[in-house]
């Protein structure tokens, strides 16, 4: 007998790559490398859209991916992350020939960077408040210890200053990394970090949060490698049209620029009397 809910779900798949397959057609393009990997990626998101299991059901034996996938999900992290990203298209003598450039790289870089550093910030936070947590208690008594107050992380300073946005770029920089590619991944990190944060505290077994970063950081490097994907191989240069009158203008101004005399009429006057006296 045939299960209704698989039928449905074979009946969902099937509408989404019978769509798929139209896409492809109305390119009306000869097939290539870059069109059967953008098929592949297609058809990849909507099977997976077309999954109920995928939405109504947790799929992981894990808190912490669960959530991680909830995240990915519901919030505005991998679009955000995907347009600046695909945005860095320049391309300079020094970068390969293919493949990522220095300032996609220093974007990713940065990103990956950030994450793990605001994800460890905060797992200092946690193990202060929570010294009885299992496995923890051993760092924190070594951490009370040997810091001193102003560095333990449960101590609130009312009196530290906000750090400007010069000081807080400088914090997020990685030495020797493009800066292009640095300040767009540290005005995207400051769009997406509440959400990664909120997630992250929501959760309070530390097997749970362990798992979510270590998930979260190996799923952000392999979005990174698709989004490298999705971006054409030869990107076409810019297309700019100079605007009407602009072109009789700069003729215009370099005949004003010019003295209008030829070499004969030079020598004449440099020789003539008047010009000896």
């Given amino acids: 007998m045939i299960d209704r809910k ?3 779900e074979e009946l969902t798949l099937r509408k989404h790559i019978r769509e798929a397959i139209k896409v492809v057609k109305k390119r009306k393009a000869k097939s290539s490398l870059h069109e059967e990997k953008e098929l ?3 058809i990849r998101d909507l099977l997976k859209e077309g999954s109920p299991a995928v939405a109504d059901e947790p799929v992981h034996s894990n808190t912490g991916i669960n959530a991680l996938e909830d995240l990915f999900k519901n919030s505005n992290i991998l679009s955000t992350l995907r347009q600046g990203y695909k945005s860095l298209t320049t391309r300079k003598k020094t970068d390969p020939p293919t493949g990522p450039t220095k300032q996609r790289t220093s ?5 990956l ?4 550093s605001a994800l460890e910030t905060e797992e200092s936070i946690y193990k202060a408040v929570h010294p009885n947590a299992p496995g923890l208690q051993e760092d924190i008594n070594i951490a009370i210890e040997d810091d001193a107050a102003a560095e333990n992380p449960a101590f609130i300073d009312v009196e530290k200053k906000e750090p400007s946005e010069e ?3 400088d914090k997020f920089s990685i030495e020797g990394q493009d800066k292009t590619g640095r300040n767009r991944a540290f005005t995207d990190f400051k ?4 959400n990664l944060i909120t997630a992250y ?7 749970d949060r362990t798992m979510f970063k270590d998930y979260l950081l190996t799923n952000l490097k392999l ?3 698709r989004f490298e994907e999705e971006l054409p191989e030869d990107l076409p240069p810019p297309d700019i049209k100079m605007p009407a009158g602009a072109e009789m203008a700069t003729a215009e101004e370099e005949e004003v620029e010019s003295p209008g005399f030829d070499a004969e009429e030079i020598v004449e006057w440099l020789a003539s009397p008047d010009t000896k006296n």
């Fill in 6 to 8: 698989e039928f449905a």
């Fill in 40 to 42: 592949r990626l297609l």
């Fill in 107 to 111: 974007y990713m870089n940065h990103i």
């Fill in 113 to 116: 960077n950030a994450v793990d």
């Fill in 167 to 169: 000081e807080e770029v």
């Fill in 191 to 194: 769009n997406i970090d509440k």
């Fill in 201 to 207: 505290d929501n959760l309070d077994d530390p097997e």
């Fill in 223 to 225: 979005y990174f490698e």
